[in-house]
């Protein structure tokens, strides 16, 4: 019988410690708890479709060093910069506004850091959300962003996750949101990397909404060909809160992007959006999960997938509706285009439903470019290309207009314009 393939140590094995020491015994804590972990195999559900794609070696392990190297995004808002997963000062501007703080966890006292370490991972389900587990055993610093009630931050934060892949190794960002009753904030999250070494991105958000709280979260993961990228975002809802998600994800050798979000309060709403482009050989994973704990909460998703060449891209979308939940509304759509032979693109909505007075649908559909819409638009006087790139933008330009912040859409859209010259040739 052939043997599962377990975690190595070496990547249980935290270097810095510079942490408050209730955060360095809940890193000791979770490090020994994955003690013989098993890596994903195609026999781990939730890993179905990417567990071939994941390589990891062992000269990977090590904490990519801190480059210090200034971002270079240039952004309309506030801005952290973290090098490599380590908060580079320097670079960042943070919000100076009253009812806002943001600190490192190295800068917190020991009764912060021990509140902070009961809430570390309180979002994820750790059967899910493996990697995010490996995180928290290897953390070396991270940002803890609160708002108090009714703060409402005047711009959007921007926090650029910068990798160096100049050797081999791996980051582990971490970021943990509190959000008071009544406060509002946009944050965007910006994955970038240089170089070509092998290196891992296993990166976690924590969002705590309390009543009242709007949050709005941007994810744009944009890194190289050679960084592996494996994410958590954790949400949990009280009443009456909202929170929306806008996710844009451009493939690589692995990407991953786990989103949890549990409505426990009555009246809160949250909203998913989510784009994918995949080409060449590239992968890219989205899994979400919705839970509706109580009573007259509602829910949309909205995600789209473009693959191309021989790529591979896969949703898996949950949303549970739980026995006290009644009068819930819940909508899922997952909308899915094949530019090629090729490519391929695994779907799977699910929907788990325990009340029964509650409005749920969900579907999910795969094709490809219409011909006759493409002859239409050729017959008219356009270029095939152009043609080609008309109707593919028209797939997925509705969620992109969608984005609240328009820097972020314009540099979305100048990726997906890189993503069809490179797909779409000259007939």
């Known amino acids: 019988m052939k043997s599962v393939p377990m975690l190595s140590g070496a990547f249980l094995q935290p270097a810095g410690q510079s942490l408050p020491e209730p955060l360095l015994a809940l890193r000791n804590e979770r490090a020994a708890a994955l003690a013989d972990m098993p890596m994903p195999t195609r026999k781990t559900e939730n890993w179905k479709y990417s567990s071939k794609y994941l390589k990891l070696t062992e000269d990977m392990a090590a904490t990519l060093p801190a480059t210090g190297k200034a971002s270079s995004l240039d952004v309309p808002g506030y801005r952290i910069v973290l090098n490599n997963g380590a908060i580079n000062r320097a670079d960042s501007q943070y919000p100076d506004q009253g009812g806002i703080t943001v600190q490192h966890f190295s800068d917190l006292n020991a009764d912060d850091a021990s509140a902070l370490a009961q809430k570390l991972g309180s979002t994820l389900d750790a059967e899910q959300t493996q990697f995010a587990q490996i995180n928290s055993a290897r953390f070396e610093d991270g940002l803890l962003i609160r708002l108090g009630a009714n703060a409402v931050l005047d711009k959007p934060l921007f926090i650029i996750h910068e990798t160096a892949a100049t050797q081999n190794g791996s980051a582990f960002p971490r970021i943990f949101v509190e959000a008071g009753t009544n406060s509002q ?131 898996n979308g949950r949303i549970h509706i739980h026995q006290d939940a009644q009068k819930s509304n819940a909508d899922m759509n997952n909308k899915n285009l094949l530019l090629s032979n090729g490519a391929e693109i695994d779907t799977k909505p699910e929907l788990e439903i325990y009340a029964d007075d509650v409005k749920c649908a969900h579907g999910a559909t795969i094709g490809q470019l219409d011909e006759t819409s493409v002859f239409y638009l050729v017959s008219r006087g356009i270029g095939r290309r152009q043609a080609n790139v008309l109707l593919t933008m028209a797939f997925i330009n509705e969620l992109v207009e969608q984005i609240p912040v328009e820097a972020v859409r314009e540099t979305a859209q100048a990726r997906l314009n890189d993503f069809f010259d490179q797909t779409f040739q000259e007939a």
């Open 185 to 315: 904030m946009t944050l965007v999250e910006a994955y970038v990397s240089e170089g070509d070494s092998a290196a891992l991105v296993d990166t976690v958000t924590e969002f705590q909404l309390a009543d009242g709280a709007n949050i709005t979260s941007i994810r744009l993961t944009m890194e190289g060909e050679t960084v592996q990228h494996i994410g958590a975002t954790g949400v949990l809802q009280q009443r009456n809160s909202r929170f929306e998600s806008h996710c844009v994800g451009f493939g690589g050798p692995l990407r991953r992007h786990d989103l949890q979000v549990r409505l426990e309060g009555e009246g809160a709403e949250t909203k998913l959006n989510g784009v994918v482009v995949t080409q060449g050989k590239q992968h890219y994973d989205n899994h979400t999960s919705i839970d509706h704990v109580a009573a007259h909460c509602n829910s949309e998703e909205t995600y789209r997938n473009i693959a191309a060449d021989q790529s591979h891209a896969v949703f």
